[in-house]
């Protein structure tokens, strides 16, 4: 949905010369919509930073598919703008939806033009202690924006590798990424969350004051509520050790078993994180592998990654950068917009077959014109670190179980290829089910899609969570990511 952006109303600057303005400036337009209602009465109540607009060009999706198309989108300025706009949702019955990076792909969103957009994406701050070792990061702040405060900062902040995503996005339903190895998922690392709840209070949850709700919050936290603000541990580093080693090497098809067997047997030490692609490169199909290693700028990484470069890769690139520059999974799967239905497996191990059977049917399908940004991608991560914590440490239910996360990403511009893609990446996904290591079908909440059983997201957490959902969101006013 594109409105014109000419009808974007600031709020802020309306306050400023007086409500009398900001009346006769709305009844200048045609307003005789219920967004127009909804701007003009919940307009006057938010702080003067905030603005609403009928566009959601300020808030861009990675994905068009099955996205949410709100009627109004408030862009906040403050975390009480965000307990303002719930409290008023509620009283009018509006259902609405916090937005932060706007990564999600769950094909469970459904707000729809009588439905509010909450756009996280000014609540960006990312503030620290004096000795570093914890930071506070703001609702709706990007990784990018918190990695390079934590490198300014002198420290590392567990995020998500991919510089677009919410930070807390990811973290609230798990955390993955590339220092995990070192600290543990997002949600270890979590201290408190600010929270507007569904009843419209601000809360302040820690394991002492609301050890059920901050159990629940961190792994399945966009059902129970919108974090404004989280207290997270930070990690003082130096300069010289603020960063990695990332490597990269382009395989050919013949290589597939040999490369995913290296990757599989891996010894992935703590400061690693390993990923395989494919992908298509100058009109070609590829096999893409890339390794990361946290650290001074030494030895290590090429040694560690040995057993991968013994395949012989046909292309090989690497580099030491600091971690403000370290952005090895590429900005290019950042890219917002088009449609990308993509599906998730959570994989206890990598077999070669499978892959070889997931390769032809990559091949088949960016066989289609306009699918070549299609991409097939697995990360994986030693998981030592994640296990010191029992599996009941938090929502997050597969950390026993699941060593890599698996996507297949379809990726084109033409809606009419969505049956294709869908039925393209539903094959890839059962491929890695059907050799998953795993005992059920697991997939990470934030590499699922919604056609899954609820109990291959949230394990056998689901009658716990569905029961506090019971107490902390009664009539589902969190409804659109997963529902419990
Ligand atoms: C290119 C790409 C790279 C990725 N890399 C990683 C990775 O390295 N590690 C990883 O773990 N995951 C990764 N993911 C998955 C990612 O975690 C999910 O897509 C996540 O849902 C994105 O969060 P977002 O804020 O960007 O998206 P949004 O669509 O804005 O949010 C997703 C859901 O979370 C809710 N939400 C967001 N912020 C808050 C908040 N502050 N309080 C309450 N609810 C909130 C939203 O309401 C929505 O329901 C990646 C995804 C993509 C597309
Ligand atoms: C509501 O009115 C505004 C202002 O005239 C307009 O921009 C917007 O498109 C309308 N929304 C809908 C859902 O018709
Ligand atoms: C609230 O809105 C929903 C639709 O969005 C409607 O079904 C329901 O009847 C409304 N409830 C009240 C009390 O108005
Ligand atoms: C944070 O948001 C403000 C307001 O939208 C913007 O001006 C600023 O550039 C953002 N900062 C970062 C670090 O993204
Ligand atoms: C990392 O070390 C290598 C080898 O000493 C050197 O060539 C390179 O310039 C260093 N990189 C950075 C960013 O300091
Ligand atoms: C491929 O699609 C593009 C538009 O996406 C179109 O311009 C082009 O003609 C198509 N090519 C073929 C061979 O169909
Ligand atoms: C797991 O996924 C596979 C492949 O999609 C499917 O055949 C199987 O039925 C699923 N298992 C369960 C228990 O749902
Ligand atoms: C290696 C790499 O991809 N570096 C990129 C990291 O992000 C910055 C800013 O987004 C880019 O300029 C770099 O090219």
Not at 109 to 118: P, R, T
Request: charged share 15%; with cysteine.
């Amino acid at each position: 949905m594109f409105f014109n952006n000419l009808n974007i109303i600031q709020f802020g600057l309306l306050l400023l010369q007086g409500s009398t303005t900001f009346a006769k400036h709305i009844s200048s337009r045609t307003c005789n919509n219920c967004s127009c209602a909804i701007a003009e009465t919940l307009g006057p109540k938010l702080s003067a930073g905030a603005s609403c607009s009928y566009s959601t060009a300020a808030a861009p999706r990675w994905s068009e598919f099955d996205a949410p198309d709100p009627g109004l989108v408030v862009n906040v300025a403050t975390e009480s703008d965000v307990l303002i706009t719930v409290q008023y949702c509620n009283e009018n019955n509006i259902s609405f939806l916090a937005q932060n990076g706007g990564h999600g792909w769950g094909q469970t969103f459904h707000l729809g033009l009588e439905g509010l957009l909450i756009n996280l994406g000014g609540l960006n701050s990312t503030t620290f202690n004096a000795d570093k070792t914890e930071a506070t990061i703001q609702g709706g702040a990007l990784v990018r924006s918190v990695v390079d405060a934590a490198y300014s900062n002198g420290a590392q902040i567990p995020t998500g590798n991919c510089n677009c995503v919410g930070a807390l996005g990811a973290i609230l339903g798990g955390g993955f990424g590339r220092l995990m190895g070192l600290y543990g998922l997002g949600v270890d690392n979590l201290l408190s969350l600010n929270v507007v709840t569904a009843a419209g209070t601000q809360l302040t949850v820690t394991p002492e004051t609301e050890e059920e709700l901050w159990w629940a919050l961190r792994g399945a936290g966009p059902n129970f509520g919108i974090v404004t603000s989280a207290t997270i541990t930070s990690y003082p580093v130096t300069t010289a050790e603020n960063g990695a080693w990332v490597g990269s090497w382009i395989f050919t098809e013949d290589q597939i078993e040999d490369v995913v067997e290296a990757v599989n047997d891996l010894d992935l030490l703590p400061e690693m994180a390993v990923f395989l692609y494919y992908a298509v490169s100058d009109g070609t199909p590829v096999v893409l592998v890339s390794g990361s290693y946290a650290g001074a700028n030494n030895s290590d990484g090429p040694n560690a990654f040995a057993s991968i470069t013994a395949v012989g890769p046909v292309v090989e690139e690497a580099a030491w950068s600091p971690f403000d520059e370290v952005n090895a999974s590429g900005d290019s799967f950042c890219a917002k917009g088009g449609y990308k239905p993509a599906y998730g497996a959570g994989l206890a191990q990598l077999v070669p077959a499978t892959w070889r059977s997931i390769w032809n049917e990559f091949v088949d399908f960016i066989a289609i014109n306009g699918t070549s940004a299609s991409t097939v991608m697995v990360d994986c991560y030693p998981m030592e670190k994640t296990r010191t914590l029992p599996d009941s440490s938090s929502s997050y239910p597969w950390r026993s179980t699941i060593n890599c996360n698996a996507a297949v990403i379809p990726w084109y511009d033409d809606a009419s290829l969505n049956a294709a893609a869908v039925s393209f990446g539903k094959s890839v996904r059962s491929l890695w089910y059907e050799t998953s290591g795993t005992a059920t079908n697991a997939t990470y909440i934030n590499y699922a899609v919604g056609d899954e059983p609820y109990s291959v997201v949230y394990g056998d957490n689901l009658a716990t969570l569905e029961t506090l959902k019971g107490v902390w969101d009664p009539t589902g006013k969190f409804d659109q990511f997963f529902p419990l």
